[in-house]
Nanobody, 120 residues
Framework: QVQLVESGGGLVQAGGSLRLSCVASGMRFAINTMAWYRQAPGEQREFVAA???????NIADSVKDRFDISKDNAKNTVYLQMNSLKLGDTAVYYCNADEDYDLDNVGDYWGQGTQVTVSS
């Protein structure tokens, strides 16, 4: 099965920045869409951003002015650059992947998550 490993989370003060990384491995077929979701305690998991191997991307309206998604196809890696972090960004951030090119639907594969905590 596909394995996704996130890294880069941590504790930052409001207004700071973090860059999350997710590396995919164990694929028997190509991963063509990678995405980020986040889930705060007691809340539903929500979409953050997604990108295809061809470079098409989508970012949630709630963070589009502050976050950016990018990828390195050769490294099977997706990045989430988070700037101007707010308290409301505190969540576990999960990497998600799929073999299709669909930016809108949740992929089948999930990472273990990386905690992002924003303090005042």
């Amino acid at each position: 099965q596909v394995q996704l490993v996130e890294s880069g989370g941590g504790l930052v003060q409001a207004g700071g920045s973090l860059r999350l990384s997710c590396v995919a491995s164990g694929m028997r077929f190509a991963i063509n869409t990678m995405a980020w979701y986040r889930q705060a305690p007691g809340e539903q998991r929500e979409f953050v951003a997604a990108i295809t191997s061809g470079g098409r991307w989508n970012i949630a309206d709630s963070v589009k002015d502050r976050f950016d998604i990018s990828k390195d196809n050769a490294k099977n890696t997706v990045y989430l650059q988070m700037n101007s972090l707010k308290l409301g960004d505190t969540a576990v951030y999960y990497c998600n992947a799929d073999e299709d090119y669909d930016l809108d639907n949740v992929g089948d594969y999930w990472g273990q998550g990386t905690q992002v905590t924003v303090s005042s």
